[in-house]
């Protein structure tokens, strides 16, 4: 081969020959980055970090794919005193609750003379929520839903029906798991030897002849002091309200020729001879210690906030 043919084949198989041959693709993980110019340093750094912190947010609870963990926040009650948790402490849904009943009330109970929020504990040593109102002729525990405003129960005690009034401090045997302190009040309306087995061992039981009163959980706790919600102020009050009953029975009797004290005699009959007001100790007839310690500690007779549920 001669050298001028030698010089042409190289030349043809040179990568300098532009449009014969392709020039190669480097594959993308083979890439350099590029550099920034000198003086781009600190800026592109600013605006990387920028951009990071916008795209790449911290992880995110479960509940936060709903946007729910702010409203969370806000709804918490764990931070709220703890009086505030209870519906029946805005004055604003007392009022609302002694209207309703107001308005579900008939003549002869028309005339309020007391109002209290306390603690009623059944046969079984359950606490409930109750509104008790004094009229001139019954005592009426009222279960009123402080929620949905709803007046859910009516408990009439007719004043001339009551035969006794024990006001102190409660007693339990040593065995039962659960037992409170304070005072409270036991009234009854006939005699709680006569209650048969099946009422003793029924909590719906409707005739048990005795309810038990007691301060609101609030003001045992310390929590609010209102007489409203004190156990003691009602006695006084429940005294003259029966003394009062029985004075118009006995005028009743003794002037049945006027038409007004005629109806008062009516209602006479209903008054029962026998009546004591006593202090002693207030037994609870409480069967199944383990059911109170539960409904009791978990305050399920009160409406109250319970996190997302109010109830």
Do not use: C
Not at 70 to 78: A, G, L, N, T, Y
Not at 217 to 227: I, P, T, W
Not at 248 to 276: H, I, K, P
Request: proline share 5%; no cysteine; hydrophobic share 35%.
């Amino acid at each position: 081969m001669s050298e001028v043919e030698g010089e042409a084949g190289s030349a043809a198989d040179s990568p300098a020959v532009m449009g014969e041959r392709e020039a190669p693709v480097l594959p993308v993980s083979q890439s350099s980055p590029i550099s920034p110019r000198p003086g781009e340093e600190d800026e592109t750094s600013t605006i990387n970090s920028s951009v990071s912190t916008q795209t790449e947010p911290p992880p995110r609870g479960v509940s936060d794919l709903w946007g729910l963990d702010e409203q969370i926040d806000k709804w918490q009650v764990s931070a709220m005193p703890e009086e505030k948790h209870y519906f029946s402490m805005d004055p604003t849904l007392i009022t609302a609750a002694v209207t309703a009943v107001k308005s579900r009330l008939t003549e002869p109970d028309s005339n309020i003379r007391g109002t209290w929020l306390l603690t009623e504990i059944d046969h079984w040593d359950l606490e409930k929520e109750r509104l008790l109102m004094l009229t001139d002729n019954n005592l009426i525990s009222v279960r009123y839903n402080f929620i949905q405003g709803v007046v859910e129960e009516l408990k009439f005690i007719p004043l001339g029906a009551i035969t006794s009034i024990v006001f102190g401090d409660f007693k339990y045997p040593s065995s039962y798991a659960y037992s409170r302190t304070g005072k409270a009040v036991k009234i009854f309306w006939g005699k709680e030897e006569g209650m048969g087995f099946f009422d003793r061992w029924n909590p719906f039981s409707t005739r048990v002849p005795y309810t038990i009163f007691a301060s609101h959980l609030m003001m045992r706790k310390g929590r609010v002091d209102s007489d409203q919600l004190r156990v003691a102020k009602v006695i006084p009050e429940l005294e003259k309200a029966i003394n009062d009953i029985r004075r118009a029975s006995r005028t009743g009797q003794q002037e049945q020729g006027q038409d007004e004290e005629a109806s008062a005699a009516g209602s006479a009959s209903s008054v029962v001879e026998e009546y004591n007001v006593t202090d002693g100790d207030i037994v609870v007839g409480s069967y199944v210690g383990l059911g109170a310690l539960i409904h009791n500690d978990s305050n399920l007779g009160f409406f109250k906030r319970r996190g997302l549920m109010n109830w």
